[in-house]
């Protein structure tokens, strides 16, 4: 059987503890078995799925020290997508998160051997990835950068060096490549079974052939498990069910939404060359040519990600089905073609099978980790986008982290389920987005990139409107936003040839976006924030908000604070502005990407407490932000009411009537720092304000404008965004957002002690600005972000975001700084001094330009008389 | 100099956006001293298709079924164009070769090419799929839906398309209708014929029930359900007076109450003579509205062809009047296909059609019958609807010419009489009508206008279309199994398989694909994107001399249900 092939499983060798705990005599059919061991009544941890993902859950819980752990599968361990799997553990991932997960995998891969006596086919064979163009070229640089920066081993070296590594390569059509000595081969299955036989001495429970039929959750917490051998009392449900996540999530009468969908995967597997491949050949990933390559018992095992995948279980299926799926050879021809052009030395190698496994992907092309917003002690691991051997290790650790400590010792933020939220959970989104997301594995990416599926979800009333006036649209959280608009008469590339590293075809429009925010006035649809409100009988409302928040709210009714709600820890779970309504009664902003989870966190922290009364109100109001010198002019011409700093002052809110429209709640915000005002209007009163606004702002010059002008803007003025530059583990304090704490406003808050501790013995990293000296605009790439910062040529941080100035006509880069002691690498305070005595480089796909740090935004931008607050804006955080 | 550095211009401009659709042209018909082209020497035979052109100012539309009228003109206009020549106008696939080389060896820096995505918006701009309605999941009508398409080669295209479903009986009627000398009579054709051949098959209760309805201002029974597409319009000026001739046809019919069950072969032949009778008599009545007087007068003096299928059940009439054509797709057993015609030409290469046309005159004129191979020397269809020249007597034709509007008086097409015309009417609009009982092998009729078969041949039709519809679906999957295949041979395998499948994915609908074939195949019988490019981009005033109008329709049976038909027959 082939199945054995590819995982020459060692069952009787090792002789593992939990096969002789099922079944003593166990035949190799698969015929029902009895169970001899019954299922215990009850459990702390129930993990759902024996593929790598679960055992590794497993194997690092029981590391930790959780004893009580039980593991189902449906079918036999590793007998999914993970028996299938080419088994490659590569760290030539572009985003960090995901590096370190691969790294980490590759570690453990490594010695688990020796630690379980499971032999797991590992063989650290190495890995070059291919650039046929210089734009690939130009995104291995910079996986190059930050893999060098982690110490992981890695060299971007020339096509002839490719044939020196690997002989059987056509080299001609490539330009470069990149040689990673450290990435390694396994045999997956083998590694799924090596850690469940590790768990398994820990303690873990492992059963097979007992399926999970629902969850219980009661009160908002996970009670229990139900099998078709009984009911499992648990405290912990962890869903690894893979492709089968979606229907397990949704199989209990509270439906837990996990946005993963399965796509057929394909690769090929020949019998050995005349002269075998050594096993030790490094893996090719041709990313041009939509393939990969490994070595193979003497022959090859070669797959890719084509451009028109195949998705299935759309409807949802059984989980046998897995086994049967069909070859497609029509459909492999391309990537056939594609692996013939790059070794054609194979023309006569014999084919021995073509392998169909469904893989399972997301919606942005990420996995899913973490704990559900509606079901407390329901964790979820699936969606590893065709890379579960890479990440398994990885993500497993983070998991089992986030179940022990509460969280995870990384930002996970990106791979959080909460990024999600039922919208994404329609299976005919999932089908469409994925068979966008499953070529996306190859494609080049580029900044900026949208996703082209699944649009038009939600969008504002004012869609249509901005459309017609040339509006290019993004989209964040399913809900459209403009990222510019383009004048009439001025064509922009097509999409693929808008794809670039370097100066983007909008740039002049941007700017001259930006120029009209800054000399006369611009509207901004916003309407995609999260906008919340809290209010309550008496005084609860405020109690609770006091002691989530770190700002003071007992601001008189009518004003508008800046603050976050912080962690334990002290770092940013959610960034907003809070609008004091009246003694009773907030209203809330947060970014777009936090709907889910700022509603779940609010939820576990507010006190259970009918008189408490906590609303989503995101889809009530439209948002238009009038940005600009003479927002000032344009509104009080509409209400008929003084709007200066003497009758409106800044970070103010009052409800008042524009045009026709009466009840519009007008705030004294921008999110950009420059003056200006945002309008949250009933939405049935948004087309009208908006009529009435662009009429009345003609003889001002008012005009649209689109996100990357705002985000221009902030960047410009230092304003971090939280989820970019802020996350969990970002401290007010190192964010220069100590104004933003009241530590002294007479309660507790939360997170409150580690920012004392902060504020006294100073902080550890520290969020800065970097203007770019010697960078080209024109010429040079840009900054992205993830770009390695180096103080003295050592390396002390990444950029999280970067924007061009059009004030100061340089590129500015925000990010963190870290001090590491010289010799011993140990973290030391950061100081303002240390900032500032320092030569400091950014490294843009391995070329370094000089920058001039900076803790403080340029005063001099201020072209408005310096006012009372100005502080207090500067510090102020938006998306 | 104006036309012809207009057309020069849109020969050699950049591939782009906006010229995806073929430019329009104004109505104005090149004046002569326009005609000079100005890159002569690389253009001599388009010049000279031009300076036919203009000879053919008087036919208005210069259109092949009349041409030999227009080559009269040219002939006396300009004595010292080469006979030969004119020759090469009716040949155009020959015509075509001369006129890709002059383009190729001309030495403009910019060429115009269309791109795939430009050729496809072309090719499938008047495309149109109907596909029968299914309840409960099944579909118990013989039709499983139709493709149609057109491809314009005159401007305005001429020819016309009409697909409805009976309300008031059972079936579905389908049409392809080759208009000439203007558009105007295959315009009203399309449009009234199938209510004509529907109300000539309606049941004498049914008819007294419409009647009764009109008479006392109630809602009318619908008869028919159209299926058109955007671009097929109804004239909204003329319905008033369509309508009242098509009730006094069904008053008549009421009258003639024969208590008989309708046949649809009769029904078929009354329904096309009717309405050609109608035509004509409108014409000699005119109308008080200038307009619409000007409207019956263009469409009696025009003409068009018809060829319609009437599908119920298992019975497949076809009623055809004309050169267009009807053919079966059969899939034999081994799963070759097969053409059947289930029409014949109505012109001089049908030899019962040559011998009936002489029968009905006196044998003095049996020389001037046909000539060149055209109805007295000038028309090419032996039957068609309109064309009052070859119906009418002289005297009635003057008449009507003098007193119609200046329009037509000033027409010279109109006034001119046919040489040898003395035993009208030499044409006639009523069709041959051929049953066909359906059988589970017959797959598809196909329904064209010449364009068509002047192109290619019915096997090859016959062959395209269903390799088309069942080709690509039933192509079985390659399997390895224990087979000893290496990784060379499967990708020449895999490249053939895919080269066969790529030209038919493109297309969503047959008749797109068959004119696809029809206007790009190459000597080998696959479709030449460059050849198709080139078709694609000739002006519009050359357009003419290298294809027709196509129009094709293609429907689709449902073998299950004439399957089953046939077993409860047995």
Redesign the interface.
Known sequence: MFLRLLSDIQWRAAHPKWRRMTSSQRSTSTTAEPHPVSLPAQAQVVICGGGIIGTSVAYHLSKMGFKDIVLLEQGRLAAGTTRFCAGIVSTARPVSIELKMAHYSNKLYQQLEQETGVQTGYMKTGSISLAQTQDRLISLKRIASSLNVMGIPCEIISPKKVLQLHPLINIHDLVGAMYLPEDALVSSANVSLALATAASRNGVQIHERTSVSHVTIQKGRVTGVETDRGRIQCEYFVNCAGQWAYELGHSGEEPVHIPVHACEHFY?L?HPLQEPVSSSLPTIVDPDGRIYIRNWQGGILSGGFEKNPKPLFTEGRNQLEIQNL?????H??PL??A??RRMPG??????M??VNCPESFTPDMRCIMGESPTARGYFVLAGMNSAGISYGGGAGKYLAEWIVNGYPSENVWPLDLKRFGTLQSSRTFLRHRVMEVMPLMYDLKVPRWDFQTGRQLRTSPLYDRLDAQGARWMEKHGFERVKYFVPPGNDLLDLDHSKTFYKPDWFDIVGSEVKCCKEAVCVIDMSSFTKFEISSTGDQALESLQYLFANDLDVPVGHVVHTGMLNENGGYENDCSIARLSKRSFFMISPTDQQVHCWAWLKNHLPDDSNLVLEDVTWKYTALNLIGPRAVDVLSELSYAPMTAEHFPSLFCKEMSVGYANGIRVMSITHTGEPGFVLYIPIEYALHVYNEVMNMGQKYGIRNAGYYALRSLRIEKFFAFWGQDLDAFTTPMECGREFQVKLDKGMEFLGQEVLLEQKQNGVYKRFTMFILEDHDTDMDLWPWWGEPIFRNGRYVGKTTSSAYSYTLERHVCLGFVHHFDEKTGEKLVVTTDFINQGEYEIDIAGQRFQAKAKLYPFSSLFTQRRRKDEVELSGYQRE | MLAASCCDRRMCVCPGPRRIAIPVRSSRLPLLSDAMPAPAHLFPLIRNCEISRIGSTACYCHHKHLCCLSSHFAHSHFRYAPQKKFAALYRPKEHFNHFIHARDYASTPQRFYLTPAQVNSILKANEYSFKVPEFDGKNVSSVLGFDSNQLPANAPIEDRRSAATCLQTRGMLLGVFDGHAGCACAQAVSERLFYYIAVSLLPHETLLEIENAVENGRALLPILQWHKHPNDYFSKEASKLYFNSLRTYWQELIDLNSGETTDVREALINAFKRLDNDISLEAQVGDPNSFLNYLVLRVAFSGSTACVAHVDGVDLHIANTGDSRAMLGVQEEDGSWSAVNLSYDHNAQNENEVERVKMEHPKSEEKSLVKQDRLLGLLMPFRAFGDVKFKWSIELQKRVVESGPDQLNDNEYTKFIPPNYHTPPYLTAEPEVIHHKLRPQDKFLVLATDGLWETMHRQDVARIVGEYLTGVHHQQPIAVGGYKVTLGQMHGLLTERRAKISSVFEDQNAATHLIRHAVGNNEFGTVDHERLSKMLSLPEELARMYRDDITIIVVQFNSHVIGAYQNEEL
């Open positions: 090929l020949t069909q070859e497609d050879w029509d492999f021809g056939l073609g692996l013939l194979l023309e006569a190698l014999q084919i099978q073509l």
